[in-house]
């Protein structure tokens, strides 16, 4: 089966705040339109969320904002390695993240 994905997922791990419930999830990949978050936790799909995006190395957060477009359960049925979590689709972001996604691609 054809990936659909308009954006190469890369596999990096940095973490997420999810605003405003603090909820603080590891990356499972990035990519230029979004990311996939690791977590037992899961917004409904179609919600708007704000983000703090901690880059690899970074001692600030990077302000993004995002709709939850997909979940995933965990290892129901599935590779051992699937983890639980849930995409977001990109639909704000700075400057300073673009170009720390621009990195995950050297």
Known sequence: M?????AVRKKVRWSVR?????LL???QDVSENGMFLISS????IGTHLELLVY????????AAEGIVCRHKRGN???V???RPGFAIELINISSE?????KTIYR
């Not at 054809?2 to 308009?6: G, Q, S």
């Not at 999810?18 to 603090?22: A, R, T």
């Not at 993240?97 to 996604?101: D, G, K, Q, V």
Request: charge should be positive.
């Open 80 to 82: 051992s390695s699937a």
């Open 25 to 27: 999830c590891p990356t």
């Open 18 to 22: 999810v605003m405003p419930s603090k």
């Open 76 to 78: 129901v049925g599935m």
């Open 55 to 62: 880059p690899r190395g970074a001692q600030e957060g990077i």
């Open 97 to 101: 993240l673009e170009e720390a996604i």
């Open 41 to 44: 936790k899961a917004f409904p």
């Open 2 to 6: 054809a990936e659909k994905r308009a």
